[in-house]
């Protein structure tokens, strides 16, 4: 998963929460993100185009404190 904003990323199923840790450092958990959406966000080349378009406005989101999802590709 190249790119240049966003340095890892994890959908958790069960939970309806897609969490993404930004190359800055801060990590966010976007919840109730639906099983296509995530799908889309984590198969798409560009990540930071994607997320604009799918993510950013349209589903809340908490900032964690640290990475606490099981580690992904």
Known sequence: MPSTVIRRVVYL???SVLDIEFVTGRIYRYLAV?????????RVRSKGGCFNRALRGRFEFVELDEWSAPAGP
């Open 13 to 15: 199923p069960e939970l």
């Open 34 to 42: 639906p099983e296509g959406v995530a799908a889309e966000f984590t």
